[in-house]
């Protein structure tokens, strides 16, 4: 008997697509489980063999989890908003949009033959307004709370303006900076609102702070440390430099 694997693989994955086999219920009675797979960045022709290397084995708990009665989200995406796929724009001489649509249509294309089972329905693409808008929302959020140890929970930082209006920061008990000096609610009142918003700074989920990074002059941005192979850029091998 001849397994004709293509004729029979097309077969069922054309059913799970159809059928949405892999689609997460947003309602269901069975418990929940995650399984989240590092999106891959589309700045290539195609897959390369690190991906199907750790996708298979995350594939196979996601379809081991659901045989076991869980309701399985397993989604997938592209990591296309940032510095390779702007490299392999600038390298083929494209538009990032162009190259970035056409090489996730060969990705998508490629992650269906393999037979993965994730929840398409869910497809992100960090390049996408739609998605980095909620990046952009959480950083606010951020960035307009405190933490409150009395109440263990972030708070509108209106409600800590209220606070030192009324009796200054001797008696708030917040995640905040070592070195704050003690005002009373006179003092705060008294103060400009630069300098407010200074104070507020040292309370603030998100704050200002003086750091060194990996700047690398020839891509013009900075670069995390796995993103530097001996001193020099994995995309291109151009020197990086300690930089505050």
Known sequence: MIYDFNKIEKKWQDYWATNQTFKAENISDKPKFYVLDMFPYPSGAGLHVGHPLGYIASDIYARYKRHQGFNVLHPQGYDSFGL???????????????????????????????????????????????????????????????????SDKAEDISELVKLF??????????VCDADIDPFSAEDWNAFTSKKQ????????????????????????????????????????????IRKK
Request: charged share 20%.
């Open 165 to 174: 209006e009324a009796e200054g920061n001797a008696k708030v008990n917040a």
């Open 84 to 150: 390779p796929a702007e490299q392999y724009a600038i390298q083929t001489g494209q538009h990032p949009a162009i190259t970035t649509a056409e090489n996730i249509k060969t990705y998508r294309r490629q992650l269906d033959q393999i037979g993965f089972s994730f929840d398409w329905s869910r497809e992100v693409r960090t390049s996408d307004p739609s998605y980095y808008k909620w990046t952009q929302w959480i950083f606010i959020q951020l960035f307009n709370s405190w933490y409150n140890n009395d």
């Open 197 to 240: 918003e200074k104070i507020l700074l040292q309370y603030r989920l998100t704050y200002l702070a003086e750091t060194e990074v990996n700047w690398c002059p020839a891509l013009g941005t900075v670069l995390a440390n796995d993103e530097i192979i001996n001193g020099v850029s994995e995309r291109g091998g151009h020197s990086v």
